[in-house]
């Protein structure tokens, strides 16, 4: 039933490889049920319901994109978006949070609206192929940054920007320690490789100072617990300031289309260019699909009570475990689910031992450079901009809007406009305004 359902023959995966590739998806994205709900909270939302809602939202969302496009692509409430939601929306701009999961609803319904019209399909198709392995490139290199500061591997320096952790801290060694033997499992083929290093490393942090008086891993208090109610969150959306100051809910809707769109699209496109999906061409069948499934989960998102909920780059975990079909989000979709009465298990897997998942799937991820072409110094430029815009910027959509600017300047300049399609220049055009009105809002 499973193998007819999910078409796991034709895909070239096994129910053993898809359950394990959606477990290490799982485990390397099961840090939002933590985060999710403390970012949150600072906009006055309740926690104890927002880890709830957080798994409910992240196992409805996957499922949703698995049975649309049978992709081994997870959701969840995205980071950085719940950061402009708190912090920025609602601290720094005074509104409400039920106000503000108004603005979020709105969000998705235009998200869905250009979904199902074919114009986010349309925008991908746009992307230059040599753009999109830029993307997953600069994707990778994000992912593996997050990783290695999470390990404390890099840690911030007002000198610096950054500088590397203590490595005299037990800790940080156990993570590099967990690099290498990551590194090494993937090197000889072992099957599971990723998850068999994140449990390695937990179990080690069991008796690994954390130099706080406690060790790495830290033993649950219990093994189960009763989830909270979702019902402080749910459905508590209003559209007040929609209807009450529109000049003053435009610029954030318009925000939040464009973050979520990009991030978004440049998730789609480096997960499924690695998990080979992209077509000869370097277009991604069942793209409109996707997009559509992202679009409900946007919407689902506000009624449910969270920020954005958008499709993970941690999927490429799973993907590098073997996922390939929609068993692979099911398969998450169900342990979020039964996270809800195991979260102080979950919560104990400490970041030393997800953070190696997360640097050695960044590896993978810029292997896509041996695809590039770089003689050509009108699409290196862009290119080189993608991929060190996106960790350095830390957004995926500031990353791509800085390449697609310079690709569109430096081909209209040079005369090559027509190897380029229209779309793509409007999409350098509003990236552009967008780069204006941050600078007009400096000056001014």
């Not at 193998?3 to 096994?14: A, C, I, P, Q, V």
């Not at 290695?148 to 591997?153: A, Q, T």
């Not at 800790?171 to 499992?185: D, K, R, S």
Request: proline share 5%.
């Amino acid at each position: 039933m499973l193998n007819k359902l999910y078409r796991l023959s034709e895909n070239g995966t096994t129910i053993g490889r898809e359950l394990q590739a959606g477990a290490t998806t799982f485990t390397a994205m099961a840090y939002i049920l933590a985060v999710n709900p403390a970012i949150l909270s600072a906009a006055g939302m309740p926690q104890p319901a927002l880890i709830t809602v957080t798994a409910l939202t992240a196992a409805v969302s996957t499922l949703l994109m698995g049975f649309l496009t049978n992709y081994p692509l997870a959701l969840a409430p995205g980071m950085g978006i719940n950061a402009y939601f708190a912090f920025t929306i609602c601290l720094g701009l005074g509104v409400s949070w039920q106000s503000a999961l108004g603005l979020v609803f709105v969000n998705g319904v235009i998200f869905l609206a250009l979904s199902v019209t074919g114009v986010r399909e349309k925008i991908i198709a746009a992307i230059p192929h040599q753009l999109k392995l830029a993307i997953t490139c600069g994707i990778g290199l994000f992912i593996a940054f997050i990783g290695l500061k999470n390990g404390g591997i890099v840690v911030s320096s007002p000198a610096t920007f950054v500088t590397h952790g203590d490595f005299g801290s037990p800790a940080v060694l156990l993570c590099f320690g967990g690099i290498l033997l990551t590194a090494v499992l993937v090197a000889r083929k072992i099957p599971g490789a990723i998850i068999l290093s994140i449990l390695a490393v937990t179990a080690v942090g069991l008796f690994v100072s954390d130099g706080k008086g406690g060790t790495v891993t830290r033993m649950p208090d219990a093994l189960f617990s009763l989830p909270a109610s979702p019902a402080p969150t749910l459905f508590q959306l209003n559209f007040d300031l929609l209807l009450s100051d529109f000049g003053k809910a435009l610029p954030i809707i318009l925000t939040l289309l464009l973050v979520d769109m990009f991030d978004n699209i440049g998730t789609l496109i480096g997960v499924t260019q690695r998990a080979g999906l992209l077509d000869k061409n370097g277009k991604l069948p069942k793209a409109g699909r996707a997009l559509v499934a992202d679009s409900i989960a946007a919407i689902l998102s506000s009624l449910f009570g969270t920020s954005t909920v958008v499709s993970y780059i941690e999927s490429a975990s799973g993907v590098e475990a073997g996922g390939r079909t929609g068993l692979t989000g099911a398969t998450t979709a169900v342990l979020f689910l039964l996270a809800l009465f195991l979260t102080p298990v979950i919560l104990a897997i400490p970041a030393a031992a997800t953070a190696p998942a997360l640097v050695i799937v960044g590896i993978f991820m810029f292997e896509s450079v041996a695809e590039m072409k770089l003689n050509d110094f009108t699409l290196t430029a862009p290119t080189f901009l993608i991929i060190a815009g996106i960790p350095l910027s830390f957004s995926i959509a500031e990353g791509i809007g800085l390449g697609l600017i310079a690709y569109a300047v430096l081909f209209l300049a040079t005369g090559r406009a027509r190897e380029g399609s229209p779309l793509t220049y409007v999409l350098a055009l509003i990236f552009g305004l967008h780069l204006i009105k941050a600078l007009l809002g400096g000056l001014f």
